[in-house]
């Protein structure tokens, strides 16, 4: 458990984070990094989206009891072609 914690610590340094997000393409959430990207990253509104386009997004939230089994009947009539 303390090398997670390590390694996780070790993650949040802006330069480390901004490295891998230079690597990988994907935005991080540490705004600290953000003055060590790349600038093609750091201005691709692919990667990091606008205000704007920000308002506009969620997060899906866990389904309800009452979804969960819909779901479930739903799955169950495709699955044997009812």
């Given amino acids: 458990m303390d090398s997670a914690h390590l390694f996780l610590n070790y993650l949040m340094n802006p330069k480390v984070i901004a490295d891998v997000t230079n ?3 994907f935005a991080d959430a540490n705004s600290a ?6 600038a093609s990253i750091a201005s ?3 990667v990091f989206p606008p205000r704007d386009q920000q308002q506009r997004l969620f997060v899906q939230t866990e389904d309800s009891p009452e979804q969960l089994r819909a779901i ?3 799955w169950q009539k495709f699955k044997t072609a009812q």
């Fill in 23 to 25: 690597f990988i393409g």
């Fill in 33 to 38: 990094a953000t003055p060590l990207l790349d």
């Fill in 44 to 46: 691709d509104p692919i």
């Fill in 72 to 74: 479930t009947r739903l």
